[in-house]
């Protein structure tokens, strides 16, 4: 199929851009509601509920960057990044609901943090593609790699202790991570699709 060009510029490369930024800026909606949420939950209001409800958003937040990545880019990295973090993220809902309904939640919980701390420290591989390239991605990917360790302690300890609470602590540091490059992501793709809908429009 043939697309008009202008400048660089393609109306299917206007429509990838489009997509992406719409993924990102879903990451970084729920990611920023997974942030209130956790603090809402150590301020010590239904701590039950919202350390399940925090990490089905965290996971929902990964597989929307997952997603987001696979329509950004097509290499190796981008690749194994998008499956970490999409399955990671919907395996972080699955545990997220079977904990809110009352199924082991400490223990689920637990291991919902350690599963999307690792997922977010390998999908910073589809991330570390474009690093030499790009400030921003290069951020990004080392604010992952710190938060998922940081996540996979936090998600440990709260194993070993049956402490809701490490696990709230670590839900807070993975969706901070993720809001934040929803956000950052979200504003530079919607900034390159704007350039990219102006170009195309004067062909």
């Known amino acids: 199929m043939s697309t008009v060009q202008s400048h660089g510029f393609s109306h299917e490369t206007s429509r990838t851009t489009e997509w992406a930024a719409g993924g990102s800026i879903a990451e970084a909606v729920v990611g920023l509601a997974a942030v209130v949420l956790t603090i809402i939950g150590l301020a010590g209001v239904t701590p039950t509920y919202i350390v399940p409800i925090a990490a089905i958003c965290v996971g929902a937040a990964l597989a929307f960057e997952g997603a987001a990545m696979g329509v950004r880019h097509e290499t190796a990295g981008a690749e194994v990044g998008m499956s970490a973090g999409f ?97 950052a992501t979200s504003a530079r793709l919607s900034r390159m699709f704007s350039t990219s809908w102006w170009h195309t429009r004067r062909t």
């Open 87 to 183: 399955f990671g993220g919907l395996t972080g809902i699955l545990l997220g609901i079977l904990a809110l309904v009352g199924v082991e939640p400490a223990l689920l919980t637990s291991i919902a943090v350690i599963v999307l701390s690792c997922s977010l420290m390998v999908g910073c591989c589809g991330v570390a593609d474009n690093a030499a390239h790009d400030a921003m991605n290069f951020a990004s990917g080392g604010m992952h790699v710190l938060a998922g360790l940081a996540g996979l302690i936090l998600g440990i300890l709260a194993l070993a202790h049956g402490s809701a609470m490490l696990s709230l602590v670590g839900l807070f540091v993975l969706s901070c991570a993720v809001a934040f490059t929803g956000t």
